[in-house]
């Protein structure tokens, strides 16, 4: 008797144990019974975002020092309607989104492309701006003209750049670079043969720096959509960021920071 006594005392023990389990899922916390990211996000006040600081015009430092560009604008809009402060840690583009994996930073505000494979492994935001790929070659270059020509050519692309794969598609061999401004500094100096970039980018790189031998040969037809990049499953801190998102493109924020930047509406 005493046996099946213990026994019905465990599965009682069992059914209380399922049902503080369920509530606590019902209560928005996760199955370890912790807080989801965004709750601690918001119970800190602060979001730590991960972002390169040398790509112009999206993420630099003026001639001040300090942190700018398009996506720390848009970033910082997002979260000051959220009601949290960005912290911004800068890395390569290379270590970036590693960094991301190894928790360094709950996101990445970097004009990161929406690619198939990078949505198996990882959550994105709706798209904030829309952009196309442009081929740069040495101003004095004219055999490169199209895609097709990068076949047995040497080009400088970052890593885990969505231009990298455009050009070993082409037949180019690569050269591992920090950035756009390592790329066209090898460029000048006839180390690589072309590279590929935003276009945005090289508009912004030929305002600021007209002297450059550079010439841009090709533009894509297909523009590329660009998201912020968070780890997979926080889903309370991407419909957060899309709403806040959303709410700048209805009220004319948005547009008022495209315009700053581009001098038009770079979200289509």
Same mark, same amino acid.
């Given at each position: ?19 503080? *389990? ?33 790509? &112009? ?6 001639? &001040? ?27 390569? %583009? ?63 692309? *970052? ?27 090898? +460029?000048?100096?006839?180390? +690589?043969?072309?590279? +590929?970039?935003? *276009? ?15 010439? /841009?040969?090709? /533009? ?6 660009? &998201? ?32 700053? %930047? ?7």
């Amino acid at each position: 008797m005493r046996r099946y006594t213990l026994f019905a005392m465990f599965m009682v023990l069992l059914v209380l144990l399922s049902a503080c *389990s369920t509530a606590s899922r019902n209560t928005g916390s996760d199955k370890d019974g912790k807080n989801t990211l965004y709750q601690n996000i918001q119970k800190k006040g602060v979001i730590t975002i991960g972002t390169e600081g040398t790509y &112009a015009p999206f993420t630099y430092h003026d001639s &001040a020092g300090k942190l700018t560009g398009f996506d720390i604008d848009i970033a910082n809009e997002v979260f000051k309607r959220l009601k949290i402060k960005p912290k911004y840690i800068e890395t390569k %583009w290379d270590g970036m989104i590693a960094g991301l994996d190894a928790k360094r930073y709950d996101m990445v505000a970097n004009e990161v492309a929406v690619r198939s494979d990078r949505l198996k492994k990882y959550d994105m935001s709706d798209p904030y701006i829309v952009s196309k790929a442009v081929l740069i070659v040495r101003k004095d270059n004219n055999t490169i003209k199209t895609l097709d020509d990068l076949k047995g050519k040497k080009v400088g692309q *970052s890593l885990d750049s969505n231009y990298r794969k455009i050009a070993e598609s082409h037949g180019a061999t690569n050269t591992v670079v920090d950035g756009f401004n390592q790329a066209v500094d090898l +460029i000048t100096s006839k180390r +690589i043969d072309a590279t +590929i970039n935003d *276009s945005l980018s090289y508009l912004d790189l030929k305002k600021h720096r007209p002297d450059l031998p550079i010439k /841009e040969v090709y /533009e894509e037809k297909k523009a590329t959509s660009n &998201a912020f990049l968070f780890r997979k499953g926080n889903k309370e801190l991407v419909d957060a960021v899309n709403k806040a998102l959303a709410d700048m493109k209805k009220d004319g924020t948005y547009l008022k920071i495209s315009k700053k %930047w581009f001098g038009t509406d770079v979200s289509k």
